[in-house]
Structures are given as structure tokens and as C-alpha cells.
């Protein structure tokens, strides 16, 4: 599986829709998730879905102002954000595994996309 996500830059306040869409495979009986890392910080756990679309989990830091989504026909995943704030600047990563319908650990996810930049700014 091959993940590629696309992300962008966003002032204080505002919204923005990462989408990372999924080549090689299907991913309708995989869990997909989403994580950031920020400068000189750890890879951290988002938000993540389960194949199905029936359940979806986040971090604290994030709810209620995040929703994750996927489109099994278009086999993409997405994550709206909301009320960005600067500390949500981060190096975005989408991630998929077959192994576990609730996973949060990056060493949960066996498949990763590249990586996208998102800024937000005053």
C-alpha cells in the first residue's frame, strides 16, 4: 500500500482538509489513522478510524475540533480540521494497518504516507 497526503498552510482560527489517498490496494479492511510530529518531537497519534467507518477515536488535544472520514469507493482518508491553532504546525502523516481496529501506537501501523506540511500563522 502506498499513502500520499496533501496538506498546506492555514492563519489562527481557521480550516483545513488533509486528504491522503491510498494506491496498490484497497483499504476497505484496513484501519487508517492520522499522526504529527512537530519540530524535535515524537510522531503522536491523532485521530483513526476503523475500516468499516463505524468508529472513530481521537487524541484529547483534538476533539472536537478535528474529524477524521474516509471514502472506501475513492480509497482516500480525510481529516478536517478546525479552530487551528499554532501548535497545531506539524509535519501530518497518515498511516494504515489490517491489525488493529483501535490503533493508536505508531508501531501499530504498518503503512505510511510521506509526510505533509501544515502551518497555521498569525
Known amino acids: 500500500v502506498q499513502l500520499q497526503a496533501w496538506g498546506g498552510s492555514v492563519q489562527i482560527g481557521g480550516s483545513l482538509r488533509l486528504s491522503c489517498a491510498a494506491s496498490?490496494?484497497?483499504?476497505?479492511?484496513?484501519?487508517l489513522g492520522w499522526f504529527l510530529q512537530a519540530p524535535g518531537k515524537e510522531r503522536e497519534f491523532v485521530a483513526g478510524?476503523?475500516?468499516?467507518?463505524?468508529?472513530?477515536y481521537y487524541a484529547d488535544s483534538v476533539k472536537g475540533r478535528f474529524t477524521i472520514s474516509r471514502d472506501n469507493a475513492q480509497n482516500t482518508v480525510y481529516l478536517q480540521m478546525n479552530s487551528l491553532k499554532p501548535e497545531d504546525t506539524a509535519v501530518y502523516y497518515c498511516?494504515?494497518?489490517?491489525?488493529?481496529?483501535?490503533?493508536?501506537?505508531?508501531?501499530?501501523?504498518?503503512?505510511w504516507g510521506q509526510g505533509t506540511q501544515v502551518t497555521v500563522s498569525s
Open positions: 498511516a494504515a494497518t489490517q491489525y488493529n481496529p483501535y490503533a493508536t501506537r505508531r508501531s501499530d501501523y504498518n503503512y
Open positions: 496498490g490496494r484497497t483499504l476497505t479492511s484496513y484501519t
Open positions: 478510524i476503523t475500516w468499516t467507518g463505524g468508529s472513530t
